[in-house]
């Protein structure tokens, strides 16, 4: 099974901790600080899990998903999200992604993280947390 994950998230210290803690999973992560630094590296999306916090400077994670979505990318992918609301729930599902609720508690990210780089069917529009 593939085990590369693609990470943007603006906050230098949250990049490194997340990095570091999927790395002691077994993950390949590549980092970056956001959407466009990841479009420079388009030949990555190929087998790669897109891991996207929502917030994002000048963007955020499910409007830069969607785009890539119309472009042909169809990477798995995960948004990190703080209290997300039931539009989000909606554009998540549009975009064939599966959001995961901040904090990011005990193994529910990397459990979710293999599900969606297993290509479990599981795993589409799965949500971690509470829908509110």
């Known amino acids: ?3 590369k994950v693609l990470l943007v998230d ?8 997340l990095s570091f803690a999927l790395e002691l999973e077994g993950f390949e992560v590549e980092t ?6 990841l479009d420079s590296r388009a030949e990555l999306f190929g087998g ?8 994002q400077a000048g963007s955020n994670g499910l409007a830069y ?28 599902n ?9 904090p990011l508690l005990d193994n529910a ?5 293999r599900e969606l780089l297993a290509g479990g069917s599981s ?5 971690t947390g509470t829908e509110t």
């Open 94 to 102: 549009a975009a064939f992604a599966s959001l995961i609720e901040k």
């Open 65 to 92: 998903l969607a785009g890539l979505r119309k472009r042909g990318v169809h990477s798995p992918a995960a948004i990190m999200v703080t209290n997300p609301t039931k539009a989000m729930h909606q554009l998540a």
């Open 109 to 113: 990210l990397p459990t979710l993280l």
């Open 32 to 37: 970056f600080s956001d959407s466009a630094a």
């Open 10 to 17: 603006s906050d230098p210290a949250e990049r490194a901790a």
């Open 1 to 3: 099974m593939n085990r």
């Open 123 to 127: 795993a589409l529009f799965q949500v």
């Open 48 to 55: 790669a899990c897109l891991l996207l916090d929502q917030r």
